[in-house]
């Protein structure tokens, strides 16, 4: 018997399409390790279509009011709301991920986000006009950038597409996004939801590889190019956009540090640095996997910690008990499966360092310890469910070792003083310090990183902002 696979599609110009050529990619759930879908392989043709359809929707979205624009969000949140089991569904084929999870920790935030932005596209201010010179006076216009290309990520496929377009709609741009060749439905559904919203062409899916991106991002028509994705992807984008002085938006990897001192509750700082580090299969640029221990509490939390991943499930979408499903794919797999497998001699496997099963992408909950500033698995990003644990002697040794990485989005400090977690905050080089917690995020709050991690801002108003540009206006008063 043969299960007919779902036939997924372009959305250009408020159509569904397939690929001008008929390409197509086969897309497979990472639980199962078995294919459910097709999705365009698009080309050259797509990407010029859809460009051409976002640029002819630009002059009338870019003149609509901040009211109306803000209407448009309001209702694609309350649509996505209603049709949240729906969605839950397409991320769960795309992921992997367990169902209730999904639904409590994606959902919310995602449609709270989208009323954010909506609210935030009625709130752009400026300095006030004046006389700067004698018999002028001059006012500062911000206005959207243009067409928006935009390529999301696997990890978080629905989540990070709000992060892209809602900012750029709200802000009176149009928008051209690319899903993940291995996550594309629930951006196809989303689609499907927002196009009964707003005009033709103000919002388009194209689906494909890594070339499709590259196509898009080198168009002639984007006046931006936003992309979460890994730290080789960001520089390609880069250079690709500064043949024609493109803006580009990067959020790229990170290496989070997680600083312990030898005053913090550890089974409280165990618990929650645990749930930071696998959830999602660790896959987050923000995750807790980087902990560093003063040494005199050093055996006692990695004892802690490796207990905490034994009792740490992995499994099936439908398991109510746990924490994290797959890895998204066999090439993800195989690098944390690496990692682990060139570990130097003086690291010691606490816990996991498997994969769980022989269906789907499993991989256990993972400690490792005893390892050297300049190991490895300590200087690059695993983007898996593994927790690194390093010793040191004193706060400007934890700092050294902290920032000497050469990524900079987030970090956390656990301690019960004051003073010191000030300290730390001023000096960590990363884009967000959380002081005795790891990875809340709010819609209000900027994310976004330094160094390798990229420049730009996702959520609050600086991520708005990012997506105007300031004008200059002066008028003679004779």
């Excluded at 590259?214 to 043949?243: L, W």
């Excluded at 420049?455 to 200059?472: A, Q, V």
Aim: negative net charge; hydrophobic residues 40%.
């Amino acid at each position: 018997m043969t299960t007919e696979l779902r036939r997924l599609r372009n959305y250009i110009n408020g159509e569904f399409r397939d690929a001008a050529d008929g390409r197509t990619i086969e897309v497979v759930n990472p639980a199962t390790g078995e294919v459910y879908a097709t999705s365009p392989l698009s080309g050259q043709a797509d990407v010029d279509a859809a460009m051409e359809a976002a640029a002819a929707a630009f002059p009338a979205w870019r003149d609509s009011t901040p009211a109306e624009r803000q209407k448009v969000l309001l209702k694609i949140a309350d649509a996505f709301e209603e049709r949240a089991e729906d969605l839950i569904a397409a991320e769960v084929q795309n992921t992997g991920k367990p169902v209730a999870l999904t639904a409590s920790e994606e959902i919310p935030p995602m449609v709270d986000q989208i009323r954010f932005f909506a609210g935030a596209a009625r709130m752009l201010e400026g300095r006030s006009a004046g006389e700067y010179m004698e018999g002028m006076t001059s006012i500062v216009r911000r206005e959207p950038v243009g067409v928006c290309a935009q390529v999301a990520p696997w990890n978080y496929p629905m989540m990070m597409a709000v992060w892209k377009f809602a900012p750029a709609l709200a802000a009176g741009n149009t928008v051209v996004l690319k899903p993940s060749d291995t996550t594309p439905a629930s951006t196809v559904l989303m689609a499907e939801i927002i196009g009964q919203i707003v005009p033709k062409g103000v919002f388009n899916v194209v689906c494909g590889d890594r070339e499709t991106g590259k196509a898009m991002v080198e168009h002639p028509t984007p006046a931006m190019a936003s992309i979460t994705g890994s730290v080789r992807a960001g520089m390609q984008v880069a250079e690709s956009a500064a043949k024609d002085v493109k803006r580009v938006h990067l959020e790229l990897g990170g290496k989070a540090p997680v600083v312990v001192f030898e005053d913090t509750d550890i089974d409280k700082a165990v618990e929650d640095i645990s749930v930071a580090g696998f959830f999602n299969a660790g896959q987050d640029c923000t995750a807790a996997t980087r902990v560093l221990v003063h040494e005199s509490i050093h055996d006692e939390f990695v004892a802690a910690l490796a207990k905490a991943a034994s009792e740490t499930k992995t499994g099936q979408p439908d398991d109510e008990d746990v924490l994290y499903g797959p890895l998204n794919n066999a090439n993800q797999l195989k690098q944390v499966t690496g990692f682990i497998d060139r570990l130097p001699a003086h690291a010691k496997v606490q816990a996991g360092g498997h994969r769980v099963g022989d269906k789907g992408y499993f991989y256990a909950p993972t400690v490792v310890s005893g390892l050297k500033q300049d190991d490895e698995i300590v200087q690059n990003e695993v983007f898996g469910p593994v927790i690194t644990v390093q010793s040191f002697a004193d706060e400007a040794q934890a700092l050294e070792f902290a920032n000497g990485v050469e990524y900079a989005l987030a970090s956390s400090v656990w301690t019960k003083d004051h003073a010191r977690a000030m300290r730390m905050s001023k000096s960590l080089d990363f884009g967000c310090v959380w002081i005795n917690t790891h990875i809340p995020l709010v819609a209000e709050m900027p994310h976004g990183g330094f160094k390798k991690s990229g420049y730009g801002k996702d959520l609050s108003g600086y991520g708005f902002e990012d997506y105007t540009r300031i004008k200059h206006v002066m008028t003679s008063l004779g």
